[in-house]
């Protein structure tokens, strides 16, 4: 089955740039999407297709995808922006599949 | 605005079956290229997706549980039920529902609801 590897945690100072990566063999060939969860509420999707963003989502949110890695970006961090994030790809198997998941930390 | 709401028991005992309902509005189950998805996430680990159903009735399951899991979908009540037999306590988890793109992304999701399994 088609694996996405996430680093465990992202530590990150207000005002600078967080980039949580997400792991997959020949992922640069997948559309990749990405959700942010924060403590005790749904996934909320903030980044579609790679490098979309959906309505409501900040510019300050960017995704990129190439070879084997998939990167969502972070730019001028907010306390706000503290969540889990959780990388997705619909896999050529058929099924969807989810990274597990990275603790990103406001310092 | 759409929204999903999962609605179920939040105890269930071991071996029972577990049936939840996801009431969707905003869209309607027989739009073209959407569908709605079962996702669980147990406490403190990743999310996992469990079935999905789309607008022409077409069904998928994961694998690893596809031989205890139903889906179907009522569209006049604009409601998808999920049944997962032999409940066990593994499968204590927040289950939610979320709208499914194409055969790509979920959003919105549902605002989830605990499961827990035990006698």
């Known amino acids: 089955s088609y694996v996405l590897t996430q680093p465990p945690s992202v530590s990150v100072a207000p005002g600078q740039t967080a980039t949580i990566t997400c792991g997959g063999d020949n992922i640069g060939s997948e559309g990749v999407h990405w959700y942010h969860q924060k403590p005790g509420q749904a996934p909320v999707l903030v980044v579609y297709d790679d490098s979309g963003r959906p309505s409501g989502i900040p510019e300050r949110f960017s995704g990129s995808s190439s070879g084997n890695t998939a990167t969502l970006t972070i730019s001028r961090v907010e306390a706000g922006d503290e969540a889990d994030y959780y990388c997705?790809?619909?896999?050529?198997?058929?099924?969807?599949?989810f990274g597990g998941g990275t603790k990103l930390t406001v310092l | 605005q759409v929204t999903l709401k999962e609605s179920g028991p939040v105890l269930v005992k071991p071996t029972e079956t577990l049936t939840l309902t996801c009431t969707v509005s905003?869209?309607?189950?027989?739009?073209?290229?959407?569908?709605v998805s079962w996702i669980r996430q147990p406490p403190g680990k990743a999310l996992e997706w469990l079935a999905h159903i789309l607008s022409n009735d077409e069904k998928s399951y994961s694998p690893s549980l596809k031989n205890r899991l139903t889906i179907s979908k009522d569209t006049s009540r604009s409601q998808v039920v999920l049944t997962m037999t032999n409940m066990d306590p593994v499968d204590t988890a927040t289950y939610y529902c979320?709208?499914?793109?194409?055969?790509?992304?979920?959003?919105?999701w549902g605002q989830g609801t605990l499961v827990t399994v035990s006698s």
């Open positions: 905003g869209f309607s189950l027989t739009n073209a290229r959407m569908g």
């Open positions: 979320a709208r499914l793109w194409g055969v790509n992304w979920f959003d919105p």
């Open positions: 997705q790809v619909w896999h050529l198997s058929g099924d969807p599949v």
